[in-house]
């Protein structure tokens, strides 16, 4: 799976920080994994950069978030610009998620989900659905402000999930 947010944006390793340091979110919809385990999945995903850094987050309820957590379709996603690509056995290819960084934009901060290849297993399933919690903490890094790492091979901001 390839994330396609551009590897090479100057010497930048992140954008521009939050001032803030409490990132609201709520999500506007859930994936095909229902409510529960769709909340689940992306709750443990923050709680991954809550644990390593000095923000923290907290989910709202009153339409102030930050961050606008999405599930889109096509139709949607082409709206939206989302640009984040994935390759499943080197034939099928899609829009799978896009975490947009800190900034002025109306988009700072939100997470866009495809609607449909969602599962909260550990690996791609049979059928082309991808674990959700795994995207999530990847887009959430750009949301916080990380680019890819393309040095160690091992880091969630690899471009390759």
């Excluded at 551009?6 to 521009?16: E, V």
């Excluded at 139709?75 to 947009?100: H, M, P, R, V």
């Excluded at 887009?139 to 916080?144: A, P, Q």
Aim: hydrophobic share 30%; aromatic share 10%; glycine share 6%.
């Amino acid at each position: 799976m390839f994330c396609a947010l551009p590897d090479n944006i100057g010497n930048k390793k992140y954008c521009t920080p939050w001032k803030q340091k409490i990132l609201t979110y709520d999500s506007q919809n859930y994936s095909s994994l229902g409510k529960e385990k769709t909340l689940n999945e992306i709750e443990n995903a923050i709680s991954v950069w809550q644990n390593l850094c000095k923000l923290k987050f907290e989910r709202v309820f009153d339409g102030s978030q930050v961050m606008n957590i999405a599930f889109l379709t096509d139709d949607e996603k082409q709206n939206a610009e989302i640009n984040c690509t994935y390759k499943l056995n080197n034939k099928k290819s899609g829009t799978l998620a896009q975490g947009f960084c800190p900034g002025n934009s109306a988009l700072s901060g939100d997470l866009h989900f495809d609607n449909e290849r969602w599962s909260d297993q550990k690996t791609v399933s049979r059928d082309g659905k991808f674990n959700l919690f795994s995207v999530a903490v990847h887009e959430i890094g750009h949301c916080i402000g990380l680019f890819h790492n393309t040095e160690d091979k091992d880091s969630i901001m690899q471009p390759n999930y």
